[in-house]
C-alpha cells in the first residue's frame, strides 16, 4: 500500500518545515537540530556512529557538525587512542536550547498522537520500528551496491 509510505513522507517534509520555521531564529535550518539533539543525547559520539544514529551519509553529518561547531552550538574532541578519531559534545550554548528543542519535539509528538490512547501508541511504534528495521537492512546492503529486484 504505497500510501502508506507517502503519508510518512508528508509527515515528515511537514515536520521538517515546521522546525526550519520555528528554529529559524537560532540559525537552525535544514535539520540541524536533529544532530544537535543526538549529541546532547549521546555526549562523546562520533561522527559515524552520528550518521548511522540518524541514517545520512558521513559526508552530510560532516557538513552539518561543521556548522554546529562554527555557530558554537557544538565542540569536536580528539580521542587518545586514536588521532584521527574526534568525539562530539555539546557546548554551553548547545545544552542552553536543548531544553527548547525538547519541547519542540514534545509538543509535535502530542500533536501527531492526539486521536490515539497509549495502547495505540504502543503499537504505531512497534510497527513503525519493524517497517524501519526492514527498510534500514535493505538501504545498508544498496549502500554497498545491492541492485534491487522489482
Same mark, same amino acid.
Given at each position: %500500500?504505497?500510501?502508506i509510505?507517502?503519508e510518512i513522507g %508528508?509527515?515528515?517534509?511537514?515536520?521538517a518545515?515546521?522546525? !526550519?520555521?520555528?528554529? &529559524?531564529?537560532?540559525?537552525l535550518?535544514?535539520?540541524?537540530?536533529?544532530?544537535?539533539?543526538?549529541?546532547? #543525547?549521546?555526549?562523546?559520539?562520533i561522527? +559515524?556512529?552520528?550518521?548511522?544514529?540518524?541514517?545520512?551519509?558521513?559526508t552530510?553529518t560532516a557538513?552539518a557538525v561543521?556548522?554546529?561547531?562554527?555557530?558554537g552550538?557544538?565542540?569536536?574532541?580528539?580521542?587518545q587512542?586514536?588521532? &584521527?578519531e $574526534?568525539?562530539l559534545f555539546?557546548?554551553?550554548?548547545?545544552?542552553d536550547?536543548?531544553? $527548547?528543542? #525538547?519541547? #519542540?519535539?514534545?509538543?509535535s509528538?502530542?500533536i501527531?498522537?492526539? !486521536? $490515539?490512547?497509549? #495502547? +495505540? +501508541?504502543k503499537?504505531?511504534?512497534?510497527?513503525?520500528?519493524? %517497517?524501519?528495521?526492514?527498510?534500514e537492512?535493505?538501504?545498508?546492503?544498496? &549502500?554497498?551496491g545491492?541492485?534491487r !529486484?522489482?
Open positions: %500500500m504505497k500510501e509510505l507517502r %508528508m509527515i515528515s517534509r511537514c515536520l518545515t515546521i522546525s !526550519d520555521i520555528e528554529f &529559524k531564529d537560532i540559525q535550518g535544514k535539520n540541524q537540530y536533529l544532530y544537535l539533539v543526538r549529541v546532547y #543525547e549521546n555526549p562523546g559520539i561522527q +559515524e556512529k552520528l550518521s548511522q544514529l540518524l541514517k545520512v551519509d558521513r552530510t557538513k561543521k556548522k554546529l561547531i562554527e555557530q552550538y557544538l565542540e569536536k574532541v580528539q580521542t587512542d586514536n588521532k &584521527k $574526534f568525539k555539546c557546548t554551553q550554548k548547545g545544552k536550547i536543548y531544553s $527548547f528543542l #525538547e519541547k #519542540e519535539e514534545n509538543h509528538s502530542k501527531s498522537l492526539v !486521536d $490515539f490512547n497509549k #495502547e +495505540e +501508541e503499537e504505531l511504534l512497534k510497527k513503525l520500528h519493524s %517497517m524501519r528495521i526492514r527498510i537492512n535493505e538501504w545498508q546492503e544498496i &549502500k554497498k545491492k541492485k !529486484d522489482y
